[in-house]
């Protein structure tokens, strides 16, 4: 039976040019001999798990899962009737329920501060940088908040929502370069007490709250939300952008910068689900056309996806150079698991087969004489 799996597993991995033993540095090293079965019988989970239990592995992880995703690889691996289920059940019931909104805060962004602090670039800035003539990661996440306020023609004394805020890495450019006045809303508990800290003395405000408890009478010149959006669900999509919308005013611009997918899905791959993002859920263009109908109207939209590739190799750098300050606090389990999620999304956004990093700035009722695009 072990032979089967084997047999089956080589036979599919050598179809995206991957072999089993093999000298490439995308090749899999194998170190047991379960790993064969897991990869055929749980796909995307089973490999993810044995990659975290040192099952198997491979010197350049993300060049592995590029060649898997030009491929689509992973339709020709049959799930278990347990992964069935879960996605049965992905269809039916709302995983980013209000109920549910500050799981993603307590599994993921609650962490640890000191995890993100020696990964991230100075400012913080846990989303895609745009790379546009920058040296570094730093340059590059400067870019894309100043790309931002450009895209939004940010002026003094506006007041500008930010919409899962992080620690502030936007609000205090803002404030520091634009003189404006941000609140920002955020579902972890960690991010908002270093964010404070962070952006002392400016008029930039944290709140710990959902989207879906902002108070649409009060209101705003400008909204973003950045990196937050893969995490509303496909049911919560068009009450994101009416409480958007409530929130905005009537001359407003809305900025919003989110990972996107060529195709429309109703759940992430359950490895990531299980061990990195439990809500996440990436949106098509056309779930987005279709929640903003009547609502807003696209005046901008910037794919700049493949900045992702290096923002994330930049993190796994800064990451596995970092980690004899960490290794105290987290388990080699834990290294192995933030590595493979690291470079897997490195490699899937370097394929440029399904995932994309959109910019869409909205109006409320377009932009009189046109709007300008800032590249």
């Not at 005013?249 to 439990?278: C, E, Q």
């Not at 960490?326 to 834990?334: A, C, I, Q, T, V």
Request: aromatic share 14%; with cysteine; glycine share 8%.
């Amino acid at each position: 039976m072990d032979n089967k799996y084997e047999n089956l597993v080589k036979e599919i991995f050598a179809l995206a040019g991957i072999n089993i033993n093999g000298t490439n540095p995308w090749d899999i090293r194998v170190h047991n001999s379960g790993f064969y079965k897991r990869a055929f019988t749980e796909a995307e989970l089973g490999v993810g798990e044995s990659y975290m239990d040192g099952w198997w592995d491979a010197e350049q992880v993300d060049e592995m899962i590029f060649r898997i995703n030009r491929v689509h690889l992973e339709n020709k691996v049959r799930p278990k009737l347990l992964i069935a289920m879960k996605i049965l059940a992905a269809k039916h019931f709302d995983l980013q329920s209000k109920k549910k909104a500050f799981v993603l805060g307590e599994k993921h962004y609650d962490l640890g501060n000191d995890l993100f602090q020696y990964m991230l670039d100075k400012r913080m800035n846990y989303s895609c940088a745009f790379w546009k003539d920058a040296v570094n990661l730093d340059d590059a996440q400067e870019n894309k908040l100043e790309l931002i306020c450009r895209k939004l023609n940010l002026s003094p004394g506006m007041r500008v929502l930010d919409i899962g805020c992080g620690w502030g890495s936007f609000g205090k450019y803002a404030a520091e370069k634009f003189q404006t006045e941000i609140v920002g809303i955020t579902v972890s508990v960690k991010q908002a007490e270093l964010g404070r800290k962070l952006c002392q003395g400016l008029p930039v405000e944290f709140r710990l709250m959902d989207y879906r408890e902002l108070d649409q009478r009060e209101k705003f010149d400008r909204i973003i939300s950045v990196g937050m959006f893969e995490h509303v669900g496909y049911k919560n999509y068009r009450t994101f952008f009416k409480v958007a919308a409530g929130c905005l005013r009537d001359d407003g611009l809305f900025l919003l910068h989110t990972i996107g997918n060529s195709v429309s899905v109703k759940m992430t791959d359950l490895w990531t689900k299980k061990y990195i993002f439990p809500t996440g859920m990436i949106p098509s263009i056309a779930q987005i056309g279709k929640a903003i109908e009547n609502i807003f109207i696209v005046e901008d939209l910037h794919n700049f996806g493949a900045d992702y590739d290096k923002t994330l190799m930049a993190w796994h750098r800064n990451f596995v150079e970092n980690w004899g300050y960490l290794k105290d606090k987290y388990s080699e389990r834990f290294f192995r698991m933030w590595v493979f999620y690291l470079l897997s999304a490195a490699g899937s956004f370097r394929s440029r087969v399904s995932d994309q990093l959109w910019q869409i700035v909205f109006s409320k009722h377009g932009i009189p004489g046109g709007y300008h695009s800032i590249r």
